[in-house]
């Protein structure tokens, strides 16, 4: 159950795309089509952005996209707005009803 | 209006026990499979461990088990955390949240701090 790897941090100017990485393995991201991404403004508890790799809850803007290839998963940002300065976590199901998370990227919008 | 409400933190000396409570509203909370997520300060989320509607499974990340037990009431919509033996690096907020049908955790409580020192 090691944490999935992610970027530190990513950044663009608003109305630019940015793309954050969420690295695993085939036992967690390479095997589940359960990655999911949360955004976490400081001092709030962490939303819900994408499910099942590709998906979007109701009231999520379509500028969020997610994506996955093999063991590697990834949330798109397009047409950033200064509202999506955030820390971002991917997580994936990791068998058996456990979990992981990533290490979280810091996405700056300059 | 779903809400999850957290409670039972506070400061606790290394070595001790403490029991976090996670009170439910908005749905049907029995059927509903719930977890709880920590996060240390200023460090990333940690998932801790999930249990379903009945009671029948739980499961929990490799480096707490043991110390830690998740439990639930449902007559009192009711989610538990039992930690014990507690370290310093338990410190942390400590947030319930519900997992949805698509295997996202679609809501979550406030978080409650849990801090562990002398």
């Known amino acids: 159950q090691s944490a999935l790897t992610q970027p530190p941090s990513a950044s663009g100017s608003p109305g630019q795309s940015v793309a954050i990485s969420c690295t695993g393995t085939g036992s967690d991201v390479g095997a589940y089509n359960y990655v999911s991404w949360y955004q976490q403004h400081p001092g709030k508890a962490p939303k819900l952005m994408i499910y099942e790799v590709t998906k979007r809850p109701s009231g999520v803007p379509d500028r969020f996209s997610g994506s996955k290839s093999g063991n590697t998963a990834s949330l798109t940002v397009s047409g950033l707005q200064a509202e999506d300065e955030a820390d971002y976590y991917c997580?994936?199901?990791?068998?058996?009803?456990?979990?992981?998370f990533g290490t979280g990227t810091k996405v700056t919008v300059l | 209006e779903v809400q999850l409400v957290e409670s039972g933190g506070g400061l606790v000396q290394p070595g001790g026990s403490l029991r976090l409570s996670c009170v439910a509203s908005g749905f049907t909370f029995g059927i509903s499979w719930m977890g709880w997520v920590r996060q240390a300060p200023g460090k990333g989320l940690e998932w801790v461990a999930n249990?379903?509607?009945?009671?029948?499974?739980?499961t929990y990340v490799d480096s707490l088990k043991g110390r830690f037990t998740v439990s639930r009431d449902n007559a009192k919509n009711s989610l538990y955390l039992q930690m014990n033996s507690l370290r310093a690096d338990d410190t942390a907020v400590y947030y319930c949240?519900?997992?949805?049908?698509?295997?996202?955790?679609?809501?979550w409580g406030q978080g409650t701090l849990v801090t562990v020192s002398s």
């Open positions: 949240a519900r997992w949805g049908v698509n295997a996202g955790l679609d809501f």
């Open positions: 249990i379903n509607g009945d009671e029948s499974q739980t």
């Open positions: 997580s994936s199901n990791a068998g058996g009803h456990t979990y992981v």
